[in-house]
């Protein structure tokens, strides 16, 4: 019997021309609100921001994400398979602007091996001995973040992050100052993304427990 798993799709932002085509891909890959469901009723509607979640086989991810990107033009998603004992977790995240990324992720959901996406050639496979690429990611305290930044993080537009237990999983991109101005992000979050890409991080892992720096400022819960 193959591994069972448990996978979660957020839908950062999407298109009214999208809409039905992702409402498509989530219902044919029995996706819900409640992922114990064992017969969940197909959704009516799809909500940005929305973690939506089932049990399934290891290889599902990769097929809801060749679906999205088949049938979708406007669709920015984060899908994550989390591990079994047998088989590596799963992370693959997608924006029209930046493309799609994909890497290992460990039991609470956090990229940890970025995955090549040469080697899903089967004509290019790496060079015997070729290094890993690994990402670092700035661990940082919630109080960085402003009450109302944190409620709507995982919601923003432009804005690639993902809800943990006790935090957010946050991709720091190089294009920080033009996103910014952009999409209008919160004044406190553009100074920590340069602060991650000053010390070569390509995430930012919000957590409560974590420490606060004076290199930025702090705000009360």
Same mark, same amino acid.
């Given at each position: 019997m193959p591994d069972l798993t448990i996978l979660h799709a957020v839908i950062k932002t999407t298109s009214d021309t999208d809409r039905e085509a992702v409402l498509d891909a989530l219902n044919e890959h029995r996706l819900a609100t409640d992922l114990?469901?064992?017969? =969940?009723? =197909?959704l009516a509607t799809v909500? #940005?921001?929305?973690?939506y979640g089932t049990r399934t086989t290891t290889d599902t991810a990769e097929l809801l994400a060749a679906a999205l990107l088949k049938t979708t033009r406007d669709t920015a998603f984060v899908i994550t398979q989390f591990p079994t004992d047998a088989t590596n977790g799963l992370y693959i995240t997608h924006t029209p602007r930046d493309g799609t990324q994909r890497a290992q992720c460990n039991a609470? !959901?956090?990229p940890v091996v970025p995955i090549d =996406?040469?080697?899903?050639?089967?004509? *290019?496979?790496?060079?015997? !001995?070729?290094?890993?690429?690994?990402?670092?990611?700035?661990?940082?305290?919630t109080?960085?973040?402003? *009450?109302? #930044?944190?409620?709507?993080?995982?919601?923003?537009? !432009?804005?690639?992050?993902y809800r943990l237990?006790?935090?957010?999983?946050?991709?720091? =991109?190089?294009?920080?100052?033009?996103?910014?101005r952009a999409y209008g992000w919160p004044e406190e979050l553009l100074p920590i993304v340069q602060l991650a890409r000053a010390h070569n991080c390509a995430y930012?892992?919000?957590?409560?427990?974590?420490? *606060? #720096?004076?290199?930025?400022?702090?705000?009360?819960?």
């Open positions: 114990w469901a064992s017969d =969940p009723d =197909p909500r #940005t921001g929305c973690i609470d !959901g956090i =996406p040469r080697a899903r050639d089967e004509s *290019v496979q790496p060079a015997a !001995g070729a290094h890993l690429r690994i990402r670092s990611f700035l661990d940082l305290s109080l960085h973040l402003a *009450v109302a #930044t944190r409620d709507a993080l995982n919601s923003s537009e !432009g804005v690639l992050a237990e006790h935090g957010w999983l946050m991709y720091a =991109p190089e294009s920080a100052d033009e996103r910014a930012i892992l919000f957590d409560a427990d974590a420490d *606060v #720096t004076d290199q930025l400022p702090v705000f009360d819960d």
